[in-house]
Every structure is written in C-alpha cells, then in structure tokens.
C-alpha cells in the first residue's frame, strides 16, 4: 500500500494491520515526526517525508524495498488531487487500484459520462475506471470542512483505454477543446490551436464528430478519432 499524506496516521494504522507492506508519504515535517514515534514498532512501514509528487513510484517502491503490484490510498486536497492521480497513472510501475477521497465534486467530475466529461474525467479514465463509492459528510473531520467529500475507487487498466501515440500531444488537442467550453467544439480547436475553421470542420467529420457539438459531450474514443484526424489535416 502507498498512503499518499499519512497526516496524524488514523488510516495508516488500519492499513498496517491488514497490508504486507505501507508506504506512507506526508510532507508536513512535524506530522513526519508524530508518525514516527507513532509507528516505531511497526515493522511493515516505511515513512517517507517528501512531496509524493517529486518522487516516481517507482522509486517510493525502491525505497521500501518493495515492488509491483501495489495499491495507492489517501485523501487528496482539491489543488493536487489531478496531478497526484497523473503522478501515478501515467507511471512506469502504475498501481493495480487507487482507493482516494476527493471534494464530493472533483470525484463527480472523475466519474463524469459523456455529456459531462471535462478534462479530469478524461485524463483519468484513459487509464482507469472509476467508481463513486460513497460520500463522506464534513461531520467526519476535524475541523469539519465546508463541503462533502466521496470515495472513490479506481481499477488501473492493463493499456490505455484507448491507443495515442503521443499522450502530450493528446491533451494539448483536449485541453484546446475545453479552452471555450460554452462554444461549439470547432470554434474552440480552430481559435486555440490557431487552424481555419473550414480545415477543423473537416477533420472533425472524417472522425465521426458533430462539429456543433461542445467538448463535455465527446467519448474518449471519439477523442481519440479526432486527435488522429485533426494530426492527419495538420500533416
């Protein structure tokens, strides 16, 4: 197990009595300190004291000595909580299953079906399916927070949902999409990637896409389509 923010250790210590080996990560150092008095006896933990963000996966496994398969668990802040999920996915040794706990609306967003996907949605679910398991009222923390909060539950994928060649180069076409959401989804490629309109509207029907339609309502898969097209027009 990888617990990403450890904080005063009330998770970490359940996952120590049911996993071979925890990892806890935590960049507060004065929580760092509470932890290892804390777990001192514990055999089958291992604190690491930096931002999860500066450290590959696979060298936190390293660290440990320990290694793949692994599962990652934590309650993620709203400001990290994409990037820390990309951290890991996008890894060369990526978890088997992420178990995590957003703001009630950040994991609604991850879960999102065409029709409301935005960019998290996507990033996300190129490499895994998610599952919303339960909401968590801000009655449960210390302070309580002003929002609600959910878990959930995210199985990696063997590959990538569907094949790019070029991840970046992926997201710099989705991220132009999304640049204008309200706009029609060729207003918003053709202004953010600077290419006429007329050439955009044409890779977007060789790729099986309404161009009237906004960003939110594409698949994955007819992402995919038109990254394909629109490389194929810009050629």
Not at 70 to 80: D, M
Not at 82 to 94: D, G, Q, Y
Not at 199 to 213: I, K, N, Y
């Amino acid at each position: 197990m990888v617990e990403v923010g450890a904080g005063l250790g009330v998770l970490t210590a359940q996952l120590a009595k049911r996993a071979g080996k925890v990892i806890a990560v935590e960049v507060d150092e004065a929580l760092c300190e509470h932890l290892r008095h804390r777990f001192e006896d514990a055999p089958n933990l291992s604190l690491v004291c930096a931002d999860v963000l500066s450290i590959a996966p696979e060298e936190l496994l390293r660290h440990a000595g320990a290694r793949s398969p692994y599962v990652v668990a934590g309650n993620l802040p709203y400001n990290i909580a994409a990037a820390v999920l990309r951290h890991f996915l996008e890894a060369s040794s990526p978890p088997k299953r992420m178990l995590v706990m957003f703001q009630k609306e950040v994991a609604e967003s991850i879960v999102a079906s065409p029709g409301r996907m935005g960019l998290l949605a996507l990033a996300t679910q190129l490499y895994a399916v998610p599952r919303l398991l339960f909401t968590v009222p801000p009655s449960a923390f210390r302070p309580p927070p002003k929002v609600e909060s959910a878990v959930v539950h995210l199985d990696v994928r063997d590959e990538p949902a569907t094949a790019v060649d070029d991840v970046d180069a992926f997201f710099r076409i989705v991220r132009a999409g999304f640049s204008t959401p309200r706009k029609q989804l060729r207003n918003s490629l053709s202004h953010a990637l600077g290419l006429d309109a007329t050439a955009v509207e044409a890779a977007m029907r060789r790729a099986g896409v309404d161009p009237t339609l906004r960003a939110q309502a594409l698949s994955l898969e007819q992402w995919a389509a038109l990254y394909e097209s629109l490389r194929r027009e810009t050629a």
